[in-house]
């Protein structure tokens, strides 16, 4: 029986090391062997790694990614932080549209929601040409500006990670400090806020690396303000002429050296913090009703108005319009945009782009869905009931695959399968559909892994152990015991999988074959050349698309999971 459970636990940990920790690898072994994965061993030393402090653009990189990363950390964290604590504690009508915004801000691809920030923002952008207020460019577009868009579109994650340790009501110590004389500020900052701290560091770890990571923001911003990060010149560095692995493969070992350094803070944070303060006195939050909820759902509908109602809005009105400079007037309305997504506009040297590139990318994201979904459901296994060999292996990669970038991934897949001795193997993956597929599911399976492990906890193990001892094997027990239970998780794990792997730019930028459409990389190149209607009219029949096939698979699944009920409560019967 164990060896069974260690080939499973075996499998899922050498794919796991296949996608994720090998591109890693192969990244830091081309700091030091520059030539290692073209055919030259040869010995760089470390030279080159300290190169960075002597060559402008690659320090002004390093710069600007750090300083963009700390403070949308800090000021993203201290918003989902003040939002967490007032939708732990009061009940009111705009704390279910906070939920739903976080979500659908998580799920968004940052270069959409900057794309409409520009739109909005830039010298020529809808709030200059329609309310005159010049001050808004000169803010958005300077360090702090980009620091402040960030923090808004990266929130949620602190809020999502503050918010759900906030299930349990343990106020008997806040109570006994007012009791002792202690003002509200003083229960909070000496009770409160302690006991939340590692939820504040989680959520703080999760911005910074979310942030740095970042592909969508440079890539939107360098049509109109030149910032360079450090996964904004690991793209440039491979598409420039001569192509440069070497400064791809530094930066993104600054990158990664970043990251770990982020995680590590994590890890000695939550080692020093005290989790034993949940007690039998502890309750569930029962959130209560405030005395002023309008003023509540006022300031948090005004906050979302800006943080999503700007970003979005301004993208489908641009859609709409002829001219963004002529104004909101029925004479410049138009529907002209959203028809050449399926017609094809004059002068397109290629017909349907936008239809074929949807098309390719819909398949992919389902393709590393499903597969996602699948590791990640053996993986929650695996870690959650087996005692396998391969257990902290496994739980090492499935850390570490929330760490690293798309634009890593990337040049690692590029290192690995562009070998010309996996052509007689039929390996050489470079260049084709199914490395894009790979390095989806490389990308989903954080997601898929994570929202698996919430409902695995819930499950006790004494059942399987039993069925073990009447002679059930591993994937007996799966099938039949743990898949009939948590089977809704699996449906949102798919479909988180699903909205994330198809809006990710950074790997269909740099994975993309040749003569292959994808739909990122349309609306991107359309965005990048000034064709602001026809980019924003893509961005919002794709996000339409893509919500109304989740919501469809959804609801199509609950309709399933009902008549295998029925089925099964009849065949009892």
Known sequence: MKSTE????????????????????????????????????????????????????????????????????????????????????????????????????????????????VLFASADGLVHQWLGWTWVTSFIFQPSGLVFVMALSKFPLAYLAIVSATEWNVRQFGQAARLNGAKPFTVWRTVDFPLALPSFLA??????????????????????YKFPTLTYSIYSAIYQSPVRFDMAGVLAFYLVILLALAMALLFFALRRSRFDFLNAKAVRTVREKPRHAWAYNIVIGGFLLICLGIPIGTSAAVSLLKQMG?????????????????????????????????????????????FSMLIGFVTAYVLSFTESRFKSALQLFSVISLAVPG???????????????????????????????????????????????????????????????????????????????????????????????????????????????????????????????YATAATVVSCLVVVLLIVALQATGRWVFRRLDGKRNQELV
């Open 6 to 117: 260690a080939h499973w636990g075996g499998t899922v940990t050498f794919l796991l090391f296949l996608f994720i920790f090998l591109p890693l690898l192969a990244v830091l072994i081309n700091v030091v062997f520059p030539g290692f994965f073209f055919g030259k061993l040869e010995y760089g030393g470390f030279g080159l790694i300290t190169e960075i402090f002597h060559r402008p653009l690659w320090r002004q990189s390093l710069w600007n990614s750090v300083l963009l990363a700390l403070g949308s950390a800090t000021f993203g964290t201290m918003i989902g932080g003040a939002l967490a604590t007032v939708r732990a504690r009061w009940n009111f009508a705009a704390g279910r549209l906070l939920d739903t915004a976080a979500w659908l801000l998580l799920i968004a691809p940052s270069f959409m929601i900057a794309q409409g920030w």
């Open 203 to 224: 959520g703080w770890t999760l911005v910074f690396m979310d942030t740095i990571g970042d592909f969508g923001l440079p890539a939107a911003l360098a049509t109109v």
């Open 326 to 370: 002529e104004g909101l007037t029925a004479g410049n309305l138009t529907l002209d945009h959203y028809s050449d997504l399926f017609t094809g506009a004059a002068g397109d040297h290629r017909l349907l782009e936008y239809v074929e590139g949807l098309y390719h990318s819909l398949t992919i994201a389902a393709a590393a869905a499903v």
């Open 407 to 533: 634009v890593v991934l990337g040049i690692g897949y590029i290192f690995i399968w562009n070998q010309k001795w996996l052509e007689p193997l039929g390996l050489h993956l470079y260049g084709t559909p199914a490395l894009l597929v790979i390095a989806g599911i490389a990308g989903a399976i954080p997601y898929a892994v994570r929202v698996q492990m919430g409902s695995f906890g819930a499950l006790s193990g004494t059942m399987l152990k039993a069925a073990a001892i009447q002679g059930a094997g591993v994937f007996d027990r799966m099938r039949h015991i743990v898949l009939p239970l948590v089977r809704q998780s699996l449906l949102m794990a798919t479909l988180a999988s699903f909205g994330t792997s198809i809006f990710d730019l950074a790997l269909a930028s740099m994975l993309k074959p040749a003569n292959y459409s994808l739909m990122p990389l349309v609306i991107d190149r359309a965005f990048e050349f000034s064709r602001y209607g």
